[in-house]
């Protein structure tokens, strides 16, 4: 069973920074690319990054290009997401997902960006 625990999350300034983590379980997780998706208050899903398997490549949305950096230990089965220069709009719950899988999420971590 796949099994996905993000934390990190936490209440920031505008400017801060946070650093989310993802644990993954119940698949090979070096054999998939991993995916860090959000969701704002009301609004639905929306992709933020992806790493290749081996995690040598990334993307990234726009709206978090040059400040947002994903990375992965597959030693360790852990996905990590780095926020910096955090925004109020960055605000929303973060979620890793196996792939493509939407559904694989776990419970999501909580990032509130306020002054």
């Known amino acids: 069973e796949v099994q996905l625990v993000e934390s990190g999350g936490g209440l920031v300034q505008p400017g801060g920074s946070l650093r989310l983590s993802c644990a993954a379980s119940?698949?090979?997780?070096?054999?998939?690319?991993m995916t860090w998706v959000r969701q704002a208050p009301g609004k639905g899903l929306e992709w933020v990054s992806r790493i290749n398997s081996g995690g040598g490549t990334t993307w990234y949305a726009d709206p978090v290009k040059g400040r947002f950096t994903t990375s992965r230990d597959n030693a360790k089965n852990m996905l990590s997401l780095q926020l910096n220069s955090l925004k109020t709009e960055d605000t929303a719950m973060y979620y890793c997902v196996k792939g493509d899988d939407n559904d694989s999420r776990g419970q999501g971590t909580q990032v509130t960006v306020s002054s």
């Open positions: 119940g698949f090979t997780f070096d054999l998939y690319p």
